[in-house]
């Protein structure tokens, strides 16, 4: 019986160390993408963040299309 409790201890353990781990790891992923995007700079919510990065990626395909029509009109 001893060792049943022993495994479960541990298990719980090892539960608890991936999810601090995880929660790490998100936090990590969070800082380089505040640094990433524009306007990141500021403290926001993971919420705030997310809707900020859409933005810009939108933008960016936005650019993007409007450079490849320029180029589009001025190649031969």
Known sequence: MRR??????SGAISRRRGSVLRRR???????ELRMLIPG???TLRSEE??????DYIMFLRFK?????????????
């Open 4 to 9: 049943t409790s022993c495994r479960s201890t």
């Open 25 to 31: 790891s998100l936090q990590n992923l969070h800082e």
């Open 40 to 42: 990141g700079g500021r």
């Open 49 to 54: 963040l997310l809707s900020l990065t859409a």
């Open 64 to 76: 993007v299309n409007v450079l490849r029509a320029i180029s589009e009109m001025y190649m031969p």
